[in-house]
Nanobody, 121 residues
Framework: QVQLVESGGGLVQPGGSLRLSCAAS????????MNWYRQAPGKERELVAS???????NYGASVKGRFTISRDNAKNTVFLQMNTLKPEDTAVYYC???????????????WGKGTLVTVSS
């Protein structure tokens, strides 16, 4: 069984910062790309940032320059440092990763249950 568990969400004022974490656990052989998505009320889920196993990163246009994704491969954990937060960043943030389980031949896409980020004064 593989699980992704997010943490670090909460209420923050505009201009503030938050750091999200997502830890993968279970019988894991390897993790490919790790990603953060978000879904605001009434909107579709969108890609916020992604990072490959080698450390290459990619960001959505709305967060570029404000958010930073990183990962600790030894701990199977991905982080999202969010700075200069805006009310429009309010959403449930989901962790996503391609994971190769012990005994499997293929990478499978896994999702966390999400953590709520609210940016409001």
């Amino acid at each position: 069984q593989v699980q992704l568990v997010e943490s670090g969400g909460g209420l923050v004022q505009p201009g503030g910062s938050l750091r999200l974490s997502c830890a993968a656990s279970g019988s894991i052989l390897s993790i490919n790309a790790m990603n953060w998505y978000r879904q605001a009320p009434g909107k579709e889920r969108e890609l916020v940032a992604s990072i490959t196993s080698g450390g290459s990163t990619n960001y959505g246009a709305s967060v570029k320059g404000r958010f930073t994704i990183s990962r600790d491969n030894a701990k199977n954990t991905v982080f999202l440092q969010m700075n200069t937060l805006k009310p429009e960043d309010t959403a449930v943030y989901y962790c996503n990763a391609g994971i190769l389980r012990v005994g499997s031949l293929y990478y499978v896409n896994y999702w966390g249950k999400g953590t709520l980020v609210t940016v409001s004064s």
